[in-house]
């Protein structure tokens, strides 16, 4: 039988203790982000028509990062104040009384796992008709935006990938352009002037929606947006996307997150 003396009990039990920490730690971390609530609370102006809400969250940090994406230069109040504000300001707005300082926006929830939160920010101006967007995941036991530099392995490769399918895309919708037509050869001189010179880089890694396997739950496919990062996106291809689908996910993504 073999036996401990004092000192080697000490380190024993040490071990002992920092483990059982290690491992209530991170299952109090996993419970926790199981049992945050997220939900969107709305409301409207009539004559004009105009949509706008606020998300809500029961954490705090999460709170905090979902309103840093706001357009709204607004004070990190609940949910129930800057809907009010929103809905004061924007009446002022209309009424002319001062300049705006405020725009309407909105929050979507894409999907929620018990590790993610993908969500989308869409946000307008009065006076313009072009929709732009913000699309964002944040990790749940953190309670910060999942960053390109965890998500995935490679970014070098990530964004050659993501260039040429951007570069493809366009060249493709040129081809069925003719310049003979007058509003055709506007949409050329935008495309070839503007967009297709595009290059990408990791902040634009942040616009991602991930799609999930209905039936399994797993990671199928993941979305990096570009409408919104300019108006002229949406007016010509109103939900500009490249999609990475989930084989050719696997060479990029961290597993850690593909296998979730």
Not at 6 to 15: I, T, W
């Amino acid at each position: 039988m073999i036996q401990l003396n004092r000192v080697q009990l000490k380190k024993l039990f040490y071990v002992i203790y920092i483990s059982v920490l290690v491992i209530s730690c991170k299952s109090y971390q996993e419970s926790h982000s199981k049992d945050i609530e997220i939900t969107v609370i709305e409301d409207t102006i009539v004559n004009p028509y105009i949509y706008f809400n606020e998300i809500k969250c029961s954490n705090n940090k999460l709170l905090t990062n979902l309103q840093s994406i706001s357009e709204n230069e607004m004070y990190f109040s609940s949910p129930e104040e800057r809907l009010q504000l929103k809905k004061e300001s924007l009446k002022a707005c209309l009424l002319k009384k001062n300049d705006c300082n405020i725009i309407p926006d909105s929050y979507r929830i894409l999907s929620k796992t018990s590790d993610v939160l993908n969500i989308e920010y869409s946000y307008s101006q009065i006076a313009n008709k072009d929709i732009f967007k913000k699309l964002r995941c944040f990790d749940l036991k953190t309670g910060n935006i999942l960053k390109p530099e965890i998500l995935f392995t490679d970014l070098p490769n990530v964004l050659n990938f993501v260039n040429n399918e951007y570069k493809s895309q366009w060249n493709n919708y040129l081809k069925n352009l003719d310049p003979k037509v007058e509003d055709e050869m506007d949409e050329i001189e935008i495309i070839k002037e503007h967009l297709i010179q595009k290059q990408f880089d990791e902040v634009d890694l942040l616009n991602i929606e991930l799609l999930y396997d209905l039936s399994s739950g797993k990671l199928n496919s993941l979305r990096i947006h570009y409408n919104g990062l300019g108006g002229q996106y949406s007016r010509i291809i109103p939900d500009g996307h490249i999609e990475i689908k989930r084989a050719v996910l696997q060479t990029y993504v961290n597993g850690n997150w593909i296998n979730q």
